[in-house]
């Protein structure tokens, strides 16, 4: 009995011993790297038309069997905070999708490096880049990405409702939108005529606000990105009172929108129940040649207000740091994906037109327009010429500093609650302000 | 026995409970290992990163002291995250008690179907709570929400009601669902109770001619004191840390209508990105549970003494 129980204290305690070992042995097992010539990459992107990402990169890799891409999706409501603790907890990508309004923030993060200094040639693209790509996408001088799309916030409006209430033509101030907005109410053609996205977790929410104020000719930030939008009776604070009155006074606008993100107003302006939006171009594509009940009824007006400015904005593919530390293999590989993806093929944009002629994304690389299967297939949903003209009158975001990303969110928020009345405009405004200041402060 | 042997004997008990000593502390070497690295070591770094900056963006982490929670206190969304958490306990707290009392005094009348009833009572809490809310949420949508078409539909509403859109009534629907899912544990909880008390009592009251009220009040009631505490003070610390419920349903919204401060610590650590002040708060929050939890093992205590 006794040398049963001394066996079973020493059997367990050897037992112990080899599942320990066999847990290490298996551990480092897991944690050795494959070996093998290939280079893999990772790559990050926001969840947008998968597919077709997925199949670039099929495309890239038969043309790179040396690469393996593996590919990694996020949503966009959380995209910039996956990505903040995937560069910080040593799960950073080698090629991402970035922001104009992340670049500061990226930059003085450490997070991504300049391409001119890895790949000089990429600096002949710049000359063929509209204004505001081309400044979103350079910091101090230096090149930080190859654009994915670049476009613009623009006013969409259901051309058939609006001619129905007897309007001939698109409205061209925020005075005309409440007017055309109340008259289709009345008429009981639509109960709620305008639908903007203002779901807070949805980063539109921002660049629409901006593209609301930059139409009426105001701004956010003056030229030392001091906040201006908090001045009283400033252009901003006049659009979010529009927006509130539009809520809870006239009761023009969707009472869903707080609920309701970009796709959900899409949805919405689609089946008829909305008439007038702010949005990113490529959304009146989707609703003239989508599955939608209203389907080619809808056009593109100049942004309403007295300047008709826009919002600008660029998405464009990054590199890392920690592809640059991985050595110049995955240097030379990465270049080559930004190569295909955001540069030229065989001397052609061919990812980039491709999203232009599948999807209506907008497009830095200006020779484009000349392309005359791009330009037949944007007046089948649009007008390149309107387009242009918008283009002209576009500005990029104010205030993009390294906090601004992290601004941005406390904002959607204030914006929110001064629309729906749990706080006066000026008072958000001047709430976002504090923040900024206070930002300012924590970051130097 | 010889000395000597005596000498033997004990050097050899020494020596066996000096083995059994080493064999112990050798199994339970790796449980402690794992223990402390996922409790100690995260406790110690949340600890040491609420008295550093820790911005994710800012390179460096400089020692500020109690500036983060200086910081974090001055932050006009700390008051009203407050303020919102106590309505969302105060209002949640009494709903689930009385929902669960109610239900409780329902199924110990021993009905047809007690157990389809009980299966049906308790299928809310086996709901993951992302899973309710996600749900819920595309119930509650006011565009589209199935709530809102079937009221729609028999005419008690004439136009969809913004369920998580309106700050009053997204509020009220956090609430709603919260209650939904916690009901089911109090209704255990005080049938539990309730078959403890010997039925003669109730008999013996009915005797008496009291009602159904003055049977409920003055025999039921006083004896369901222990889980009745026992429910409140576990479903106030429940109510005061719920974050996955906010996160799924309203994102805190709309405005900052349902931050509550489990949401604002998320906020200000992973929106924000400045893990400084996301730690302050967390020890902020752990204080206060850390009341609530020495509270509920006082009841509980109490409890086993009176039974």
């Known amino acids: 009995m006794m040398r049963w129980k001394t066996l079973t204290r020493r059997g367990s305690i050897g037992l112990l011993v080899v599942l320990l070992t066999v847990a290490a042995a298996a551990a480092a097992a897991l944690g050795a790297g494959g070996g093998g010539a290939k280079t893999s990459l990772k790559f990050d992107v926001w969840s947008y038309s998968i597919p077709t990402i997925q199949d670039n990169i099929k495309k890239f890799q038969q043309g790179h069997p040396e690469v393996t891409v593996s590919l990694r999706d996020t949503s966009w409501f959380d995209y910039h905070d996956v990505l903040a603790t995937r560069f910080t907890g040593d799960n950073a990508p080698d090629v991402a999708y970035s922001s104009d309004h ?21 600096k002949s693209y710049q000359k063929e880049w509209a204004p505001y790509a081309l400044e979103g996408m350079t910091l101090d001088g230096k090149l930080y990405g190859l654009p994915y799309y670049a476009d613009l916030v623009t006013f969409i409006y259901n051309d058939r409702l609006v001619k129905k209430a007897g309007f001939k033509a698109a409205p061209q101030k925020w005075g005309d939108v409440m007017r055309q907005a109340l008259a289709l109410k009345k008429k009981g053609l639509v109960k709620y005529p305008i639908n903007i996205p203002l779901k807070k977790d949805d980063p539109w929410l921002i660049e629409i606000f901006y593209s609301m104020v930059y139409g009426r000719g105001g701004h956010m930030f003056d030229g030392d990105d001091n906040p201006v939008f908090n001045k009283p009776n400033s252009p901003a604070e006049q659009t979010l009172q529009w927006l509130h009155n539009a809520m809870t006074r006239w009761k ?9 993100a970009e796709p959900d107003v899409v949805k919405t302006m689609g089946a008829g129940n909305s008439a007038f939006t702010v949005l990113a171009k490529y959304n009146l594509a989707e609703l003239n040649l989508g599955q939608h009940k209203e389907r080619g009824k809808f056009r593109m007006a100049l942004m309403p207000g007295g300047a008709h400015s826009t919002v600008g904005f660029v998405r464009f593919y990054a590199m890392s740091k920690n592809a640059a530390d991985r050595g110049d293999d995955v240097v030379k590989d990465s270049g080559e994906f930004l190569q295909y993806f955001g540069g030229k093929t065989n001397g052609k944009y061919t990812v980039v037109k491709r999203w232009a002629l ?10 484009l327009y000349n392309d005359k299967q791009v330009a037949a297939s944007i007046n089948k949903w649009g007008s390149v010429n309107l387009e242009q003209k918008q283009a002209k009158l576009a500005h990029v975001k104010e205030g993009l500093t390294p906090y601004w990303g992290v601004w941005d969110i406390y904002a959607r928020q204030q914006l929110d609650a001064a629309i729906l009345g749990q706080i006066s405009p000026r008072k958000a405004l001047q709430s976002m302000a504090d923040r900024w200041e206070r930002l300012k402060k924590q970051y130097g | 026995m010889t000395t000597a042997a005596a000498d033997r004997g004990q050097a050899r008990a020494r020596k066996s409970r000096l083995g059994r000593r080493t064999y112990s502390w050798a199994t339970l070497a790796p449980v402690l290992v794992i223990v402390g690295v996922f409790t100690l070591v995260p406790f110690v770094y949340a600890a040491w990163t609420s008295v550093h900056r820790h911005v994710l963006v800012l390179q460096g982490r400089p020692f500020v002291g109690l500036r983060n929670y200086q910081n974090a206190i001055e932050d006009p969304l700390f008051g009203d995250s407050i303020k919102t958490s106590l309505i969302f306990v105060g209002v949640s707290v009494p709903l689930v008690t009385l929902a669960g009392l ?5 199924l110990n009348q021993r009905v047809r179907g007690f157990g389809i009833l009980l299966v049906l009572v308790l299928l809310p809490w086996a709901v993951p709570t992302v899973s309710a809310g996600i749900m819920w949420r595309l119930l509650l949508h006011g565009d589209f929400g199935a709530v809102d078409g079937f009221l729609f539909r028999i ?22 669902v919260h209650a939904w899912r916690e009901f089911p544990l109090a209704a255990i909880l005080f049938l539990a109770g309730l078959q403890t008390i010997p039925p003669d009592l109730a008999e013996a009251a009915r005797l008496d001619r009291a009602s159904a009220w003055q049977r409920f ?18 479903e106030t610390i429940v109510a005061l840390s719920v974050f996955d419920l906010v996160y799924v349903l309203t994102g805190g919204g709309p405005g900052s209508a349902t931050t509550l401060f489990s949401w604002f610590t998320y906020t200000a650590t992973f929106k924000y990105l400045n893990f400084g002040e996301g730690a302050a708060l967390s020890f902020i929050m752990a204080a206060v549970l850390l009341v609530c939890i020495v509270v509920y093992m006082r009841v509980v205590r109490l409890r086993e003494d009176v039974t």
């Open chain 2, 102 to 106: 109610l239900v409780a005094l329902l």
């Open chain 1, 102 to 122: 992340w670049l500061r923030e990226w930059v003085a993060a450490g997070w991504i490096v300049p391409l001119d200094e890895h790949f000089p040639q990429f």
């Open chain 2, 217 to 234: 009040r003055y025999v039921t009631l006083p004896l369901l004191k222990a889980p009745l505490l026992i429910v409140l003070v576990y």
């Open chain 1, 252 to 260: 023009i606008f969707n009472p869903a929108s707080p609920e309701s």
């Open chain 2, 155 to 176: 005419g008690a509403i004439d136009s969809y009601i913004q369920w998580l859109s309106n700050p009053t009534l997204a509020m009220a629907s956090v609430i709603g």
């Open chain 1, 358 to 367: 599948e999807k209506g994304l907008g497009f830095a690389n200006l020779p």
